[in-house]
């Protein structure tokens, strides 16, 4: 019986497949169509369509028009002519200031970007036994973050043999919500969480009001230092203003030099 060998260098090929890896696109006859897709809106000569539905500047419909009158219409009213709804039958267009249009769509996204809120989520440690002092810094970091409309996650760290009194954390943690309870509310009971017993508070305020009222208090802040720098101007012009007027040294010739000199 005469027996083969497979050649170990040589990759064992299936049907369909190429010695050179797999067929790429443009072997197989195919070509890559995609690329970006245009968001802008077709305005003017881009515009291709026998006919369109206009609607006026001002909102008002006109009706279906051939897009050679449309383009005609908005030239005479220094407008253009801009598609709004390219998929209708026949595709809706609208006359306006195109220009106007963007600077107006951009500034919108501009404010709700600016005015738009993400939720801070603040951590604050402490330990079962924590002492009063502490205890007192540590409440004082919670409140300025509730102030500041943020969530705070408190985490009572449990060592040792304070794994058996979860009791003492709990207690720490209901004290802790009852002295910030004007400024925040308990949003998730305290749950046990391995070694560690967990608590989230949330503010009452919202972080847009919050910032809003940090600002005025900047504001007010500044001109109460304003003020207080120009009374203390008008005191000093005043006192100033009581007091002679110095009266400037004669000079004096000095007996070591020739009194033939002129000074």
Do not use: W
């Amino acid at each position: 019986m005469t027996g083969f060998r497979l050649d170990k260098r040589k990759p064992f090929l299936l049907s369909g497949q190429c010695a050179h890896g797999p067929k790429t696109p443009r072997a197989s006859g195919l070509t890559n169509t995609g690329g970006h897709i245009s968001t802008e809106l077709r305005i003017n000569d881009r515009i291709r369509v026998p006919e369109v539905r206009l609607v006026g500047p001002n909102g008002e419909t006109v009706g279906i028009v051939p897009t050679g009158d449309a383009l005609r219409l908005a030239q005479e009213a220094d407008l253009d002519l801009v598609e709004i709804a390219p998929m209708g039958k026949p595709p809706v267009c609208k006359l306006m200031d195109y220009g106007k249009f963007k600077y107006e769509n951009a500034q919108k996204a501009r404010d709700a970007r600016r005015n738009q809120t993400n939720v801070v989520i603040k951590e604050m440690k402490l330990r079962p036994k924590i002492d009063q002092h502490d205890y007192d810094t540590k409440k004082g970091h919670v409140e300025r973050f509730l102030k500041a409309g943020d969530k705070v996650k408190i985490t009572i760290m449990f060592r040792g043999r304070e794994q058996h009194r979860p009791e003492l954390g709990f207690r720490l943690l209901q004290k802790l919500a009852e002295d910030v309870g004007e400024l925040g509310f308990v949003e998730s009971s305290p749950k046990q969480d391995g070694r560690n017993m967990i608590m989230v508070l949330g503010p009452h305020i919202k972080k847009a009001d919050a910032k809003v009222e940090h600002a005025e208090a900047k504001e007010a802040k500044a001109a109460e230092r304003a003020a207080d720098q120009a009374a203390e101007q008008a005191e000093r012009t005043a006192a100033n203003q009581g007091k002679p007027v110095a009266q400037k040294k004669e000079k004096r010739r000095n007996e070591a030099l020739d009194p033939d000199i002129d000074l």
